[in-house]
């Protein structure tokens, strides 16, 4: 029997979000199916202005991930995937290698479990060094012992994403800047989605819509009747840069062995493409999903956090390293002192503030963090639930993968 093919992508598909993946997915649509009518709908004036323009850069190799998850699958497909991508498109990609550096022995033993699940998930060339080798990789920083990944790389996703966009324009599809998504209606037959901007508002009907609306996702998930949980928990990550004259301090990415209670990777030290050298991203509460600073706060995103028995549920389990992280946020020394452990010559006038992001994390109903990516495929309606990092290192796979699934009519 010859094997069926797939069923069409669906002939008008509209998209919800100018991140790198609702980019990257509409991209996908076109390189599979050309003829599909494709519009994608960003609320910002441009794209790439949220997380995945506001992040470490880091392509990451896959060393954390539970094996077989989507998570590791999608991260080492989506690693070949971008870096083709970047080659292709002459963007600059740096394989500058990673250090995740046990500052005593009881994290030295836990290296032993990253590096079993780096193995198991076909990370190439990790292993653990001594202190040795750790100071002819990075001759300023110490520890008793570390897990170096050499393939591990850094790159600047806005400008991936701006070449992704370039691609699905070219091949037709049509990108409507501040444009915010107000209204998501399914039927049997179609979705209609209505959009504001400043020309007023328009309604356009499409057979499938694609949701990756990052820091909204649970927002725009209510809008099209899918279930309220899990929400999104906006954890706003700040960082230093280092000044010039010390950028030279490492040479690679230069990481803590992460607590296996958290899903954040904790403070580190993040060289750039540009030549910046980043310290950070902590991991606080932000008193607005798309605030900045601690000076913004949206008094309705607060009581939405508040009346969430899935926050209250979390802040239990979780308000220690919730006291430790605001430290470290209103504390500048605090929070250079945290790379200190690893970079002793660090001095606290070697930084300048830097730049924020906000992660959309999304909690399930008990409090618990979803770790892994959540994607919901509802007949018309595809919702990206949960897109932290590797996300972006994993966009190109995610596309292919949620437009197969649409393809397989899941
Ligand atoms: C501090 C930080 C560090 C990170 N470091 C890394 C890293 O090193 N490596 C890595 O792989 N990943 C990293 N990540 C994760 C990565 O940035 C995200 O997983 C990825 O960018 C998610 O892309 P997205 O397109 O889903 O979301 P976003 O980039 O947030 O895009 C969502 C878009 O939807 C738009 N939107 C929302 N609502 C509407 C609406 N109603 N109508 C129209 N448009 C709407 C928004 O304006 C936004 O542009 C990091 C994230 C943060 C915050």
Redesign the pocket.
Known sequence: MPTPLPQPVTDRVGV???????VAVAREILKRRPDTDVTL????DR??????????????AGLYYEPGSNKAVLCRRGVGLLEEFCEQRGIRRIACGKVLVALDEAERARLNNIIERAQANGVPGVRIIGPDELRELEPHVRGVGALHSPSTSIVN?AEVTRALAEDAVGDGATILLG????GIRPSSTEVVVT?DSAGGSTEAAFDRIVV?????SDR?AELAGDDPDPVIMPFR?EYYALKPERRSLVNGLVYPVPDPRYPFLGVHVTPRVDGEVLIG?NAVLALAREGYTWGKISIPDVVEVARAPAFWRFARRHWRTGIREMGGSLSKRRFIAAARAYVPELGDDDVVPGVA????QALDSDGGLVDDFRISIRERVVL?RN?????????LAIAEHIVTAIENGR
Do not use: D, Y
């Open positions: 919800v979000g100018g991140g790198i993946l609702g709908f960003e609320k910002e794209l790439a202005s949220h997380q995945t323009g506001r992040n470490s850069g880091v392509v990451h996703f444009h915010q998504v107000v959009a990756c609306g990052g820091l909204q725009l990550g991203p992001g906000i992660r959309a990206l897109a932290p990092s590797p996300a972006a290192t994993s966009s």
